[in-house]
């Protein structure tokens, strides 16, 4: 596996992103219930943010909660809230005090607990001052809504057909200030986008690995950024 010292310093990525999947798969190889696998996604998470820490990455996005993912029987959904909010309370502070500042990404419909939302709001104001990692989590998240919240907001703000652009619309997406994503991972051998980033990830290098998200811990990050720094991003012009 790749350590952070063979790495090129000079192209680490600014931004990446994650879909962290396979939980589910992880807990049925050893005969435990899905929930087992997200409780044990915990750790990965958080092995996964040290090492972007280390790296120095600046942005790290990570899809915890599909607009899509309601589709799943009402235990494993309101499981899913609960463990959220503690994963908020668990950490929190710990990232806060090394300079990671929490968004979030997604929609706030009522099926979204209050009590969780209020966690969430309270991680926000915590750690709004920090710059030195900003840690997105995309939780209700889906890259179609994200479009379609953002064509609803250009129409709330009377923008004239003429005026509509790429800058325009991006600029009404949830996190305008966000750069790309360089480079997304995406766990557990599946090789789809799963409706993440849409309007984000046109030229993000896509990395894909077998390892299940509950066994992902940061020296798969550095491979990941290792790939990444194999391809050559063209841009649909020519290499460089
Ligand atoms: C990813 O793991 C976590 C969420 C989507 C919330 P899964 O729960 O999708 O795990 P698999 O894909 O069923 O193995
Ligand atoms: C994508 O994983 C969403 C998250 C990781 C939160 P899914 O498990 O929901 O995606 P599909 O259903 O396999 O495409
Ligand atoms: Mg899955």
Redesign the pocket.
């Known amino acids: 596996m790749m350590a952070v010292a063979n790495l090129d310093p000079t192209r680490i990525p600014r931004h990446v992103a994650c ?4 939980n ?1 798969r992880w807990a049925r190889q050893r005969g435990l219930p899905r929930t087992e696998g997200h409780a044990a996604g915990e750790e990965a998470l958080f092995d996964t943010v040290e090492g972007a820490l280390e790296l120095g990455v600046d942005w790290m996005t990570m ?4 607009t ?2 309601w589709r799943r029987p009402p235990d494993e959904v309101r499981y899913l809230m609960h463990f959220n909010e503690g994963i908020l309370t668990r950490h929190r502070d710990d990232l806060n005090s090394k300079g990671v500042r929490i968004r979030f990404a997604g929609r706030r419909d009522w099926r979204v607990p209050r009590r969780l939302i209020r966690h969430m709001d309270e991680s926000v104001a915590l750690t709004a001052a920090n710059r030195r990692l900003t840690l997105t989590i ?1 939780f209700n ?1 889906g890259g179609r809504a994200e479009i379609v919240d953002a064509v609803r907001r250009l129409v709330a703000d009377g923008v004239s057909p003429d005026k509509i652009d790429e800058k325009a619309l991006r600029s009404r997406l949830y996190w305008p200030d966000m750069p790309d994503p360089d480079v997304v991972i995406r766990t ?1 051998g ?1 090789f ?1 986008i ?3 980033l849409l309007w984000e990830l046109p030229y993000s290098e896509l990395v894909f690995t077998d390892v299940l ?1 509950p066994d992902f811990r940061r020296e798969n990050l550095f491979d990941a950024v290792g790939e990444y720094q194999r391809r050559d991003r063209r841009y649909g012009g020519l290499e460089g």
């Open positions: 879909v962290m999947d396979g589910g899809f915890a909660f599909s899509e993912n995309c998240y557990s599946e789809r799963s409706n993440f998200w």
